[in-house]
Structure formats: C-alpha cells, structure tokens
C-alpha cells in the first residue's frame, strides 16, 4: 500500500481547510505580511506571494512539480491546501500549523467561526461527457430514470450531491459533491479534451466553537468523520467505480 492510500483513488488528490468568519479578516499590510512570514518560516518552500484582489491573498509553492501547498487569506476565509500530498498527516501538519498562529496572528477567535471545514477533492481526467459517465457509473434517482433515458437526448448536466447531518443540531454535517466540467459546446461539437471530473467530501462545522474547544481539535474531529466517509463508503462505491470506468474508456 502506498504511503497514501488515497493517492491511487484518482489522477490528483487534495486535502484543503477552509475557515469562514463572521466578521472581516485583518487585511492591513503589517498583519497580513506578518501572518504569511508566520508560515512561510515553517514553509519556507512557499515564496509565491501574490495579491489577487485588495481583500486576497495568496502565499504558495511552485506548482510545477505537481505536488504544492499553499494558504489564502480573504476577506471573511481562511484556507490552506496541499496537493497530492505524500501522506494525509503531511496536510493535517500544515492545516494544524494554519490554525496555531492565525488567532495571534490575524486576532481571529473561536467565537468568529461561521464555518470550519476539511476538504477532499479528487480529481479524474477524463475526455468525453463526464455528466453521462457520472449517471453511467454512479446511476440517477429512479425519478429521474426516464427523463434521463428519453430517446435521442443528450444528459448536460448531472452534478450529484447528498449532505447529511451528525448530531442533532444538525452543526456537524458531511457533503459529497461532484464537479463536471463538459460544456454544452463539447458534447453539441463531439470535441471533448482531458478536462477534469472532481469528487468533493466536505467534513463541516456551522458555527462558533464550545468553551474550551480549540480550532485545532476541532479540525482532528472533522477529518475523522471525512476519513471514515472515504475509507467506508466514498472509495468504494464512488472514486474507484469511477477510476475503473474511466480506464475502460
């Protein structure tokens, strides 16, 4: 098995963060500088610093190796990501490390949490209509079947998601999403190219944080519930019917 089990599940993998804040980000030159030299010292590879907009930054690795880790800071987010990275724990590391300085750094408090998430995308190259594949491979609602399968029709647009809710609050939830990238044009002229077909599990918490609970714990509780919905559901029964599908073209 290798180091990453997830590594063979798709042609690329991702294990990002995302925290969204009530309340408007420090966007000030001295805070935002010295946030990204907070990482940057435990990250020294990250030095493609840009600005995208006034209100968003963006500090990340040269990408041309294909395997990167890079952090944001926008106006109410803060994210941080590693592509393909060489173990789930390697991003964790990071995602952690985000979550240590940003409520010194960026005087961000777990009371500011609108929304914490971990993030696991997969991407599939594929060159043809990924929405057939999708209804092909994974299948469509039984109230949809004879929409779906009406004669000389053509399927533009089949994004498939569920979300569902972990305790009773329903503040603790768990998404699973796809992404199609074929446009109408490709499937009207036939000329399809390797775009790439992305599966999300999102792993949420809505809301502020309890008492005494810290971002960084509750960043660990988030990632078992999205490893435990791969490793016992998700790789199974979506990524690898997908993969095989895909390699028999």
């Known amino acids: 098995m290798p180091m990453n089990p997830y590594a063979q599940l798709s042609d690329d993998y991702y294990l990002n963060l995302n925290l969204t804040t009530e309340m408007p980000l420090p966007k000030g030159r001295e805070p935002v500088?010295?946030?990204f030299e907070q990482v940057q010292k435990k990250y020294p590879q990250m030095r493609n610093f840009s600005t995208r907009d006034k209100d968003s930054f963006l500090l990340e690795e040269d990408k041309d190796r294909g395997d990167y880790c890079w952090a944001s800071v926008e106006q109410r987010r803060l994210c941080s990501g590693q592509v393909n990275p060489e173990t789930p724990e390697q991003a964790l590391k990071q995602h952690r490390h985000i979550l240590d300085i940003a409520p010194y750094a960026l005087s961000l408090s777990p009371l500011d949490c609108e929304a914490l998430d971990i993030?696991?995308?997969f991407d599939f190259s594929y060159r043809g209509n990924q929405n057939q594949?999708?209804?092909?491979?994974?299948g469509v609602s039984p109230a949809m079947e004879q929409l779906a399968s009406i004669p000389g029709s053509k399927l533009i647009h089949h994004e498939p998601?569920?979300?569902v809710a972990l305790d009773e609050d329903c503040r603790l939830q768990c998404r699973i999403g796809f992404e199609s990238r074929t446009?109408?044009?490709?499937i009207r002229s036939g000329e399809y190219t390797d775009d790439q077909l992305s599966v999300y599990?999102?792993?949420r918490h809505y809301g502020s944080l309890e008492a005494g609970v810290s971002y960084v714990e509750m960043l660990?509780?988030?990632w078992e519930v999205c490893q435990e919905v791969v490793d016992n559901y998700a790789a199974e029964a979506i990524l690898q019917p997908l993969s095989r599908a895909i390699s028999l073209g």
Do not use: C, P, V
């Open 161 to 163: 998601s569920l979300t």
């Open 133 to 138: 594949l999708l209804a092909e491979t994974l």
């Open 220 to 222: 660990n509780r988030l």
């Open 183 to 186: 446009t109408e044009y490709q």
């Open 119 to 121: 993030f696991m995308g």
């Open 33 to 35: 500088l010295h946030y």
């Open 201 to 203: 599990i999102t792993a």
